[in-house]
T-cell receptor, first 110, second 118 residues
Framework: DAKTTQPTSMDCAEGRAANLPCNHSTISGNEYVYWYRQIHSQGPQYIIHGLKNNETNEMASLIITEDRKSSTLILPHATLRDTAVYYCIVRDKAGTALIFGKGTTLSVSS | GAVVSQHPSWVICKSGTSVKIECRSLDFQATTMFWYRQFPKQSLMLMATSNEGSKATYEQGVEKDKFLINHASLTLSTLTVTSAHPEDSSFYIC??????????????FGPGTRLTVL
């Protein structure tokens, strides 16, 4: 079973920041937080990952709380092409398969 | 990032026939490949984990005799849906993990194969 809880859906206006929350209260010390997204009828796309520090790349920022029980994915300037299902996944570094929960459907509108 | 391809991207077949889906890692060697299935409006469900040169490990509820997985090389894994029926219609997605990968973001996904069984 997925170890994360995410809202079912969120809306965001184009050009605004999209903040997607994720709860992972049972995360263990060696587990990373990954974010993937899936645009309709495509394979999942890697966005970002983190262990305990905040992370930023060209796509997004990941904010992890100090107790690591929750995190937020931030898309700083959402575009229509960011409309997708966003999955928050926790997994250890050992490399077992990623287990997907239901994710958050983000709808970006103009 | 590393590229994973799948072939075909979509296939339509008659009930009772078998369908083979290929998954290739194009620019890296994959010691482990994963197969997922996704029904409409649902999340990805892991079907099996395949290690090169050994038998696949299937998730509970997935019939190994129906979904044959072969991982004969470090760049190719195949999923064969045998005696397909309409309820097998789904979106099949493979994922590959690079050989010797130690980083935590080493699982790369293919674009998926849409199977429709008439």
């Amino acid at each position: 079973d997925a170890k994360t809880t995410q809202p079912t859906s969120m809306d965001c206006a184009e050009g605004r920041a999209a903040n997607l929350p994720c709860n992972h209260s049972t995360i263990s010390g060696n587990e990373y937080v990954y974010w993937y997204r899936q645009i309709h009828s495509q394979g999942p796309q890697y966005i970002i990952h983190g262990l305990k520090n905040n992370e930023t790349n060209e796509m997004a920022s990941l904010i992890i709380t100090e107790d690591r029980k929750s995190s937020t994915l931030i898309l700083p300037h959402a575009t229509l092409r960011d409309t997708a299902v966003y999955y928050c996944i926790v997994r250890d570094k050992a490399g077992t398969a990623l287990i997907f929960g239901k994710g958050t459907t983000l709808s970006v509108s103009s | 990032g590393a590229v994973v391809s799948q072939h075909p991207s979509w296939v339509i077949c008659k009930s009772g026939t078998s369908v083979k889906i290929e998954c290739r890692s194009l620019d890296f060697q994959a010691t482990t490949m994963f197969w997922y299935r996704q029904f409409p409006k649902q999340s990805l469900m892991l079907m099996a984990t395949s290690n090169e040169g050994s038998k696949a490990t299937y998730e509970q509820g997935v019939e190994k005799d129906k979904f044959l997985i072969n991982h004969a090389s470090l760049t190719l894994s195949t999923l064969t849906v045998t005696s397909a029926h309409p309820e097998d219609s789904s979106f099949y997605i493979c994922s590959a993990r690079a050989a010797g990968a130690g980083g935590p973001n080493e699982q790369f996904f293919g674009p998926g194969t849409r199977l429709t069984v008439l």
